[in-house]
């Protein structure tokens, strides 16, 4: 049985660092699919990436209930380090979470099935945190709409290989919606309800 | 006891945490006004207590923060804002346009263009565009939802009926990414022009409104016309009395109570610059009017 001792630590110096990996994490959503760093880092349960653990501690707390795929639903070191660290109810139920945390593309879920908000309040929504492979290389995309001046361009890897084409009901949806971060390491890249992102292949 | 009685930059981090996810969700959804909890500042409401809130859930010790009031670097509220941060945060201050990281402002947007790197936040203090014309925040919530926008076009479209233009000369509303009608605070409309395609992220906070929203960057921002009386921004007709721009937006200062009054740039840095760089205007001060007069005399 771990004890609160032998669990990763969370950020050395807990202001600056929150306010570093906000500060990237911010830039990503205003620049939809340029790339950011998330420098400050934590320790990391298993099946955590830096860049993940570092959103968690700057983002989630006792208001954001938060639903996470089997493989980390399963795994204690995570449920304690979220809990120790963030205080943040893990729920079952994924239609009304604030926060999505996805160890594996495999196992995400039906994008509709997580909370997409109201036409009154959208914002209550469910940002989805996925990791991913690589945010540098791997298929090439065109993204286009509010933060990018005229074209972006990405170069990704990730599972499923179908996710742009499923969230393309956020076209349909606006202003309803899901906001989705990808993380690879310490690498961040947001995909707002906003972005249209069309396959360039290669 | 040597340990500072708060935060860094003021506000505990669990309500900068609730501002964050906000903004987060304001980026998302641009021009939808985001509810936050938001909370009692060391200041009153109404001097910018939801700019304030916003800037320091953003700022970190490497940014560099301008505050302007209606332009101006110098008035009460910018330098009191300005010297809260400097004290409570640490960060640097400027009162150049170009050098700042982020930029809080209530009621003007900058005359010099902004870039990518800097956050624009303003202070608003009625972030609902509809609400002189319907006061019920139900009624809003829903017309926001249905997109359902035609009471602004007959407010704009009395105003024609009444003084043959539209009068509306500040707080213009827009309409951002061609969804939401957008309060874009009292800026004059002169700036509306600004905010379209914008490289620089802009965000708002209404403190006792409790709202946040935001344009991203290279976001589509039109200001509400009508195909034959088409959105004209507004200046005086003159020069600036100081450094004799054409182009930017001025303040009239009344001078003596005989109804003497002077133009001069209401953006102080802009003004400044222009100044330092060698424009003058009529009223400039004395070594250029020597060297004129000595000119002349020679």
Not at chain 2, 156 to 166: N, S, T
Request: one cysteine or more; a negative charge; hydrophobic letters at 40%.
């Amino acid at each position: 049985m771990t004890t609160i001792a032998e669990l990763p630590p969370g950020f050395v110096d807990k202001v600056l660092s929150a306010q570093s990996t906000f500060r990237s994490v911010m830039d990503a959503m205003a620049r939809p699919g340029a790339v950011q760093r998330i420098v400050p880092m934590a320790g990391t349960p298993e099946t955590m990436m830096r860049g993940t653990a570092a959103i968690a501690l700057t983002l989630f707390d006792h208001d954001t209930p938060l639903w996470l795929d089997a493989r980390m639903a399963e795994s204690t070191d995570v449920l304690k380090w979220l809990k120790f660290h963030t205080g943040a109810p893990v729920i079952h139920d994924c239609s009304i979470v604030a926060f999505a945390l996805i160890s594996d593309g495999v196992l995400l879920p039906n994008l509709e099935r997580f909370a997409l908000g109201t036409n009154e309040y959208p914002d209550r929504s469910t940002t989805v945190i996925l990791q991913v492979e690589s945010l540098d290389s791997g298929q090439n995309f065109e993204l286009r709409g509010p933060g990018i001046d005229g074209v972006a361009t990405l170069q990704a890897a990730f599972k499923p290989f179908d996710l742009f084409e499923q969230l393309r009901f956020n076209e349909t949806l606006f202003p309803r919606g899901i906001d989705v971060v990808l993380v690879a390491d310490d690498a961040v890249v947001a995909i707002p309800r906003t972005t249209r992102v069309m396959s360039k292949g290669g | 006891m040597n340990a500072p009685a708060y935060n860094f930059a003021y506000l505990d981090e669990q309500t900068k945490r609730m501002i964050r996810r906000a903004i987060l969700k304001a980026i998302a959804i641009p021009g939808y006004q985001v509810p936050f909890a938001s909370r009692e500042m060391p200041m009153p409401y109404g001097w910018g207590t939801g700019g304030v809130q916003v800037t320091a859930a953003i700022l970190g010790p490497r940014d560099v923060l301008k505050v302007i009031d209606q332009g101006s670097d110098d008035t009460t509220n910018a330098i009191s804002i300005r010297k809260f941060f400097a004290k409570t945060a640490g960060v640097a201050t400027t009162t150049s346009t170009d050098e700042a990281t982020v930029i809080q402002t209530r009621h003007r947007i900058p005359e010099a263009s902004l870039h990518q790197s800097q956050v624009l936040v303003y202070q608003v203090p009625i972030p609902e565009p509809l609400r002189f014309l319907e006061p019920r925040e139900t009624e809003t919530r829903r017309m926001h939802a249905l997109a359902e926008y035609g009471l602004m076009h007959v407010k704009l479209y009395e105003d024609i009926a009444r003084f043959g233009h539209i009068a509306t000369a500040y707080a213009y509303p827009v309409k951002v990414n061609a969804r939401y009608v957008m309060d874009p605070s009292p800026t004059p409309k002169f700036d509306n022009p600004k905010m379209d395609n914008c490289p620089a992220l802009q965000l708002f906070g209404a403190g006792r409104e409790k709202r946040i929203y935001a344009i991203p960057p290279y976001t589509q921002v039109v200001s509400l016309d009508f195909e034959d009386h088409p959105f004209e921004p507004y200046r005086f007709n003159a020069p600036c009395a100081l450094c004799g721009a054409e182009n930017s937006y001025l303040d009239e200062i009344v001078t003596d109570d005989k109804g003497s009054r002077m133009f001069v740039c209401s953006d102080t840095d802009y003004c400044e610059g222009r100044q330092a760089a060698g424009h003058h205007g009529a009223l400039s001060a004395a070594p250029y009017k020597d060297k004129a007069r000595g000119e002349a005399n020679g």
